[in-house]
């Protein structure tokens, strides 16, 4: 049946992942650990950037310049004196300079990308400038930017002048700094790179709660994931329904991401063979992604985000059901009935191996 098991998410990391987000952006996240000699006032005082090691930034279109925080250091005083104390921390921009040490010779960036999954694009010099009146004692410099911690200051913000006129929705910008100068002061080991992106949302762009059906027509035994959710949800901290995230990938498209219960570009479903007790998996290399029409708000189009017909082994393509009642996008509701289209299954035109019919209800934004 080709079916791809990814490993699940455990309920704990994503509680403390969760967590996280929420407080990240409060920029309050990170929970460092000090010595007995520490809290004495006689270890060592750290540097660190808050929100390391990837900070995710979405925001609602706009066309004018916006000042947006990219990033804080933040120095953790371990006395009195040393809060007193004056430190000059120095953040290079790696993003496009610094090449990883791979033999291809890639950059920074690149090398992420590739290791990670991700499809980040560097910022472009047409899309920021550095907001130079927003704290004098952060200053640009010829490899990145300068921080200068005077008596009582704990963190510095850097923050850009972002032109929303300049930004292509279907790009994810990153920039990626590292601390490359402590300024004397002790560096916190994996919070000391971070890659910044920044990314506008399209109006369909958010979190969504699914409910509905789906039918596999070779495999009756297959059926819509919150089958599974309603009793086995909750072990993994995703009690049913379903949620989807939608991802702006242009003004009109989004891939759909599953972030509530599989953690990947994947469709989630219940498997049930007779006399077995019922669990999850998902269909191997297909995930949609939607097409709207800006107009009428309709969906015009759902295609697999790994491609269509590709891989050869199974073929798969989405498709966008006609007989669907609206497809449509009204008010903050999704209404949508697609299928997986796959020939080595299916051998007769129009080849529907599976199909949904479902309602995606707004929750929030991402």
Same mark, same amino acid.
């Given at each position: 049946m080709n079916f791809?098991?990814?490993?699940?998410?455990?309920?704990?990391?994503?509680?403390?992942?969760?967590?996280?987000?929420?407080?990240?952006?409060?920029?309050?996240?990170?929970?460092?650990?000090? +010595? #007995?000699?520490? !809290? &004495?006032?006689?270890?060592?005082?750290?540097?660190?950037?808050?929100? @390391?090691?990837?900070? *995710? $930034?979405?925001?609602?279109?706009?066309?004018?310049?916006?000042?947006?925080?990219?990033?804080?250091?933040?120095?953790?005083?371990? +006395? #009195?004196?040393? !809060? &007193?104390?004056?430190?000059?921390?120095?953040?290079?921009?790696?993003? @496009?300079?610094?090449? *990883? $040490?791979?033999?291809?010779?890639?950059?920074?960036?690149?090398?992420?990308?590739?290791?990670?999954?991700?499809?980040?694009?560097?910022?472009?010099?047409?899309?920021?400038?550095?907001?130079?009146?927003?704290?004098a004692s952060v200053t640009k410099t010829s490899t990145g930017?300068?921080?200068?911690?005077?008596?009582?200051?704990?963190?510095?913000?850097?923050?850009f002048n972002v032109d929303g006129s300049q930004v292509d929705l279907s790009k994810?910008?990153?920039?990626?700094?590292?601390?490359?100068?402590?300024?004397?002061?002790?560096?916190?080991?994996?919070?000391d790179t971070i890659i910044a992106t920044i990314a506008i949302k399209n109006k369909y762009d958010g979190v969504y709660a699914v409910t509905g059906t789906m039918v596999d027509v070779t495999t009756t035994t297959l059926t819509q994931i919150n089958n599974f959710l309603s009793v086995g949800g909750a072990q993994y901290g995703a009690p049913a329904p379903q949620q989807y995230e939608l991802r702006t990938t242009s003004a009109n498209t989004c891939d759909v991401y599953d972030n509530y219960f599989y953690g990947a570009y994947a469709?989630?479903?219940?498997?049930?063979?007779?006399?077995?007790?019922i669990t999850y998996s998902s269909y191997g290399t297909f995930s949609p992604q939607l097409t709207f029409d800006l107009t009428t708000n309709k969906i015009t189009a759902v295609t697999n985000r790994y491609g269509q017909a590709v891989p050869p082994a199974n073929g798969r393509t989405g498709r966008l059901d006609p007989t669907g009642s609206l497809n449509d996008y009204e008010s903050g509701t999704i209404t949508i009935k697609y299928n997986m289209c796959q020939p080595s299954s299916v051998p007769v035109a129009p080849y529907v191996r599976t199909t949904w019919d479902e309602t995606w209800k707004f929750l929030k934004s991402r």
């Open positions: 791809k098991q990814n490993k699940m998410k455990k309920n704990l990391l994503k509680g403390l992942l969760l967590g996280c987000s929420a407080l990240v952006l409060l920029n309050g996240c990170v929970k460092d650990k000090y +010595s #007995s000699n520490q !809290a &004495a006032g006689i270890g060592p005082s750290y540097v660190r950037i808050t929100e @390391a090691e990837v900070y *995710s $930034q979405f925001f609602a279109p706009f066309l004018t310049v916006k000042p947006i925080t990219v990033l804080s250091v933040r120095r953790d005083a371990a +006395s #009195s004196d040393a !809060a &007193a104390a004056t430190n000059v921390v120095a953040l290079t921009d790696i993003t @496009a300079n610094n090449v *990883s $040490q791979s033999s291809t010779a890639e950059t920074y960036l690149a090398a992420f990308n590739r290791h990670n999954g991700t499809s980040y694009s560097a910022m472009p010099s047409t899309l920021y400038t550095f907001a130079s009146a927003s704290d930017y300068s921080f200068n911690f005077g008596p009582g200051d704990f963190a510095k913000n850097l923050t994810q910008y990153a920039i990626a700094f590292t601390i490359t100068n402590t300024g004397g002061l002790t560096r916190k080991i994996g919070l469709v989630a479903i219940s498997s049930q063979a007779v006399g077995a007790a």
